[in-house]
């Protein structure tokens, strides 16, 4: 069994390719608004706190609205995911477990056994990524023209959950502020750290991010196939 951790997870976000009134972290699947999933999840890993930044106007009846659970912990985000990331940070619990968790609150469909699989990667790296090889052909294009193709073989499609030492994340987001850097993910932030070892976590189930509407279908489907498995 993998050790416990806290997890961290940013829903501040606008969604603004999603479109619609309701923000995507709380539009219903299922019966649950996608958030709700999300952090299900990662307590079924062994999550021993969740803390998750939403926009302010939201934060007041998020246990009313999304999840009423003693381990969460509802925090108002910033406009940029760092800051969010740090806001939640802010209010995990310090202590004899030092490992921290970031998933995205929009992947709600991610597996408990690979979230585990992220975390037992940390007993011999700093860090840990699920993710999978790039398996279709990449192309460079510009100008509406193919330029030329991609060389795959060393290629890892990044996603959530990324996990690692608290105190080396701690350093990552203070060096971060100090250089004005804006990372596009929370490893982008600690590979900037001299000697760190981050381990690739090839996902074994799928973890799709729910990012337009037409994404609603399948996060549906298989929410669905695994309520009935």
């Known amino acids: 069994m993998s050790a416990a951790f806290h997890a961290l997870v940013p829903a501040a976000g606008r969604g603004e390719r999603f479109g619609g009134d309701v923000r995507k972290q709380l539009v219903e699947i299922e019966g649950r608004p996608v958030l709700a999933w999300a952090i299900e999840r990662l307590l079924r890993a062994g ?3 969740v803390a998750v930044a939403l926009p302010g106007a939201l934060v007041p009846g998020a246990e009313e ?8 912990r509802w925090v108002v985000g910033a406009d940029t995911r760092q800051a969010s990331v740090a ?7 310090a202590g004899e477990r030092e490992i921290v968790l970031i998933h995205d609150g929009a992947r709600p469909v991610v597996h408990p056994d690979d979230v585990g699989r992220c975390v ?10 699920l993710g999978r090889p790039v398996s279709d052909t990449l192309k ?25 030492s608290r105190a080396l994340f701690e350093r990552a987001l203070v060096q971060a502020r100090a250089d004005a850097f804006a990372g596009t993910d929370e490893a982008s932030l600690v ?6 070892r981050i381990a690739a ?6 973890n799709p991010k729910l990012t337009t509407r037409a ?13 009935g498995s």
């Open 47 to 49: 999550a021993a706190s």
């Open 201 to 206: 976590v090839e996902a074994e189930h799928p």
């Open 120 to 129: 037992a990667a940390l007993a011999d790296h700093d860090g840990a990524v």
């Open 87 to 93: 806001a939640c940070l802010a209010v995990c619990p």
């Open 191 to 196: 590979e900037r750290l001299p000697g760190v």
């Open 215 to 227: 994404d609603l279908g399948l996060v549906a489907a298989l929410l669905r196939y695994d309520r």
């Open 65 to 72: 609205s999304v999840l009423s659970d003693e381990r969460v």
């Open 140 to 164: 460079l294009a510009a100008g509406g023209e193919i330029q030329g193709t991609v060389d795959r073989a060393y290629l890892f499609r990044a996603e959530t959950p990324q996990a690692f």
